[in-house]
DNA sequence: CATGCTTCTGTGAGCGTTCACAGTAGAGAA
DNA sequence: TTCTCTACTGTGAACGCTCACAGAAGCATG
């Protein structure tokens, strides 16, 4: 009865064994791991089969200890939370970064800086340098611990254009201006003149430039900007209910309606319904972000795609970029009109 | 013009310096930052000065390296990622267990096994010690990844009730089986007497509990189990609205019907709507989960309520148990009736 | 006064890597 | 021959921490 394997963890090979398994020096090992560059061809052949034989992985936190690297990325999400939580595109952004990052052989640390607490202890996990970079979920302006991050010279690439930071912060972002040009072109292509719209919060980039997307193109067509078609909302499924029924009260004519969010679509739809308004017949509706509420809702949304595989990988691609000593950048993608029935 | 700070990052001071500062050892500044016995309450305080002064942190790397330890879990989602992501569940789980991890201190690494890469890569990973425990998501019976990692004694908390891994696992899961009872109970209360089943997948602990509840309750009130009552989904809404097609043409008499979760029940209602039914008034439908998905229909859906705020907490506190040493646990948790308009 | 116990402190070793450097061998040039 | 150059390899020193151990000081006990 010696000491058994089963249940407890062995300790697990080092690079000495490998070294000895391989009839080499440790350093030679440390040259295979690290891309190979001055190792012989025979060398080289006997590390693999001895790594391929022992088991061998590198030991992260010894590495790190000596390069300083962590090797690892946090996913920061701060502020207002909820909205994030609710809305399924985030999802889809936590999980192309995830993957992204894992191609690289990089762990993903998710950091929610919600109370005053977590927001001290992330700050200081992350100036500490436990993490190489931060890909930086986050609307509010002026966040206080992303200006923390960038002061303390901390490579970070934010999902949105980040308002109040110092321009050495990098951003990937869906064009919203051109999406919302999209759209607004495609109500009017339907023959729609009294095109209102629900706008995203004012306060974001985001909200801005899909508004402005709007103004611009009922300029070009020549017609006047109306006040009363014009309310705004934050986002969520409530605030769109809500605009719809201003909307309606305003501008009892309105033929059609640009809504920011899918998410506001849906309340807005309902509002709609509620109203006896017919769609597409009496009111056309567009939404914004293409989410699965667009296609949970009856007619289902034309809506505008961000492409949120592009923009997680063009996060991951630019926090690597930076890491490895480039200077920030600004990366604006397409976006894409979907047609459906409400529209 | 000497090297400045801004931009770069500082090289952070070490436990030398603390101890240094405090005009002690570093021993003893070991001592105080791991629990502080065997201290001298005036080198507690001076060494409290000290980091304070200099901004200290703890380096994770050197630690790790010495005691093996990581002091970080792991998130690891396999299989059908598709319907996690579109389940907002999943979100309050995984912020759950990321806010319960850090008043630890304890990083969550969010670890994603889609491909056949990242199935290897992960698995690779964890054996190899990168973390000390990890949170299991996966419904997939017979789950290859998490049997692996039982088998090399990973630290393990799956989320629900895990099919096919031997009895060292632990697990945290709702009270289905309750829930169900406590819809159907409801359902009856209301008089309802021809009450049919939208189940889950019926390869998941969960489908199967949810429908023996359904089945004991109507045993119990002395209701003969109608076959075609019974329709089973998978949890998406497609299912669910193909399963209410079904249940119309199977059994037009239908009063009520159970759906296993809010997706599917969004389906039914849907389909429901479609056939002229009116709900609650010709049929009660009560769901399964109360995600927003509950509250963003019309009616607004009754549900069983999943404690997820208590279960992600719960996890993390098993997890972290069975880290220190304690064997595997099952922690079931109560479910609760939520009464809004559609029952 | 020796002995033991408790509480506290400093020291050296070592965790598993990488990195800088020294060194070797072989080829080609002077 | 001698020198230089290239391609490769081994070695010791670090990285920042914890742990085991030795020891000191204070106090009670024999």
Chains 1, 2 share one sequence.
Request: aromatic residues 4%; proline residues 5%.
């Amino acid at each position: 009865m010696t000491m058994s394997n089963s249940g407890g963890r062995r300790k697990p090979p080092t690079i000495h064994d490998v070294a000895r398994e391989a009839g080499v020096s440790r350093g030679t090992v440390s040259r295979v791991l690290n891309g190979g560059h001055y190792v012989s061809p025979a060398a080289q052949e006997a590390v693999d089969a001895a790594i391929r034989k022992t088991g061998y992985v590198v030991n992260r936190h010894a590495r790190s200890l000596i390069t300083g690297r962590s090797d690892s990325v946090g996913f920061l999400l701060t502020e207002p939370q909820e909205r994030f939580f609710e809305d399924p595109n985030f999802n889809v952004l936590l999980r192309g970064c995830t993957q992204a990052l894992a191609a690289h052989d990089i762990p993903l640390l998710l950091m929610i800086a919600g109370t005053e607490d977590e927001r001290r202890r992330i700050t200081r996990y992350i100036s500490a340098g436990h993490v190489d970079g931060v890909l930086l979920v986050s609307s509010h302006s002026g966040d206080p611990v992303a200006e923390e991050l960038r002061a303390a010279g901390v490579p970070l690439v934010a999902c949105g254009k980040p308002i109040g930071l110092g321009s050495k912060v990098s951003y990937v972002a869906a064009d919203d201006r051109d999406g919302a040009r999209d759209m607004v072109r495609h109500l009017l292509s339907l023959g729609r003149r009294r095109i209102g719209v629900v706008t995203g919060p004012l306060d974001t980039p985001g909200g801005v430039e899909r508004l402005a997307g709007y103004e611009e193109v009922l300029a070009q067509a020549g017609i006047k900007v109306d006040e009363s078609l014009i309310v705004s909302g934050d986002y969520s499924r409530a605030s769109g209910e809500a605009g719809a029924e201003r909307l309606l009260a305003q501008a009892p004519d309105m033929d059609a309606v640009f809504v920011a969010s899918d998410l506001m679509a849906q309340g807005v739809l309902a509002a709609l319904h509620r109203a006896g308004k017919r769609v597409p017949d009496d009111i056309a509706v567009g939404g914004f972000d293409d989410s699965p509420a667009a296609t949970a809702v009856t007619p289902e949304l034309t809506t505008i795609r961000q492409p949120w595989d592009r923009i997680s990988s063009e996060m991951v691609r630019v926090l690597l970029a930076q890491i490895g000593g480039e200077d920030a950048a600004a990366v604006i993608l397409p976006t894409e009109l979907v047609r459906r029935d409400s529209a």
